[in-house]
């Protein structure tokens, strides 16, 4: 129901339920805001007499964050009037300025005294006791290294079969069209899909021999691009390379001198390998690291080609053997077997080679010890 203004005061009927009432006059109340008295020199009152909590805690914070911001002011120094000249001697970047006396003080090193670099490493010894063995099993357990062996395995496992099938079908004795394009096609996809496994392969070969090498426990895998991946994998396709000179040489003169030279790779790989590791480039297969190890732990360089050529092996038997009861026409049924036999023994052959170089890298450290000490004796 409406009135008008000038009804106010007047009595009238509600046309709804007919009562009859008078129209009184609203009263409007203002609310007057309370007066900000500047009491600081930031305009702000006093925050603790206010009843609303959220609104105390507020004033108190914004007061307490302008009191410390004035005494920062208040003690900071007037730098813009202190200039040096062009001539003046410059102090040392090592040494602090403290008070008005500017006397030096050496800098505080940010490294603790009682640091120890190696201290949460662990050892990784090359010795093939049930624990270490135990210790090696528990390696390839991880998962990181367990996805890498399956997806290795697959395409090594690829590979192996173009590879076997464009052998057989070039070493026919009739050849027609159809063999050649078999071999043909066999042989490129063999090349390809080999390079992409050897690149993945190399890196990861690389990654297990360092970390394992420096004493890290828990592994984190790098996600590189292949172009990265391929610089890693170069030093073992170089060492590789290198070692199988004489037997590219022989097999061109006589092959039945040939294949003992095979044994070469095994023996000389390492060498290589580590000896590029350790000068850092793959132009540099020589360390005078590596060769002097080779007599300063010779148990441990037995111990490395004894478990690794015994590896080689009983892997090389297991392969034969499932390919010999197979035979040519079931070769996608055991190609996979043989790329997890390949892998796996690349993958162990790293693991052990890191321990070896874990070796030789403590033998050196011993002897550094051991000269620092002299000469801190010698001086005093």
């Not at 007057?32 to 009843?51: A, F, N, R, T, W």
């Not at 990265?228 to 073992?236: I, K, P, Q, S």
Request: aromatic share 12%.
């Amino acid at each position: 129901m409406t009135v008008l203004t000038e009804d106010v005061g007047r009595k009238t009927e509600c046309p709804d339920c007919g009562h009859i009432f008078e129209i009184k006059k609203a009263e409007i109340k203002l609310e007057i805001p309370e007066e900000i008295l500047p009491e600081d020199e930031y305009g702000l009152k006093d925050v603790s007499q206010d009843h609303d909590e959220a609104r105390r805690k507020m004033g108190q914070n914004i007061m307490s964050q302008a009191e410390r911001e004035i005494k920062e002011q208040a003690e900071r120094k007037d730098l813009n009037k202190k200039t040096q000249g062009a001539f003046e001697e410059r102090r040392p970047r090592d040494l602090q300025i403290e008070g008005d006396e500017h006397e030096p003080k050496p800098r505080e090193s940010l490294t603790p005294e009682d640091y120890q670099p190696r201290a949460d490493l662990v050892d990784f010894p090359l010795t093939f006791t049930p624990k270490e063995l135990g210790r090696d099993v528990m390696l390839f357990s991880d998962v990181g290294l367990l996805m890498r062996w399956v997806f290795l395995s697959i395409f090594a496992a690829v590979t192996l079969y173009f590879t076997i099938n464009a052998i057989y079908y070039g070493s026919q004795e009739s050849q027609n069209i159809v063999t050649y394009l078999s071999t043909f096609m066999y042989t490129v996809l063999s090349v390809v899909l080999g390079a992409g496994t050897l690149a993945f392969l190399g890196s990861y070969f690389l990654f297990l021999v360092m970390t394992v090498s420096s004493g890290l426990d828990e592994w984190e895998w790098p996600e590189l691009g292949i172009f990265d991946r391929v610089m890693e994998a170069l030093f073992m396709i170089v060492a590789m390379s290198i070692t199988l000179v004489p037997f590219g040489i022989m097999i061109t003169i006589d092959k039945s001198l040939a294949w003992p030279l095979l044994l070469v790779p095994g023996i000389a790989f390492p060498i290589v390998y580590l000896a590029m590791l350790d000068q850092g480039t793959i132009l540099a297969p020589w360390s005078g690291t590596i060769m002097a190890s080779l007599f300063q732990i010779p148990i441990k360089w037995l111990m490395f080609f004894g478990a690794t050529i015994g590896l080689l092996a009983l892997c090389s038997l297991l392969g034969y053997g499932i390919f010999a009861m197979a035979g040519i026409e079931r070769l996608a049924y055991i190609a996979l077997p043989g790329g997890v036999l390949l892998v796996g023994y690349f993958l162990a052959y790293a693991i052990w080679l890191g321990r070896l170089s874990w070796e030789i890298a403590e033998l050196n450290s011993e002897y550094r010890e051991e000269d620092t000490s002299s000469k801190a004796s010698s001086s005093s």
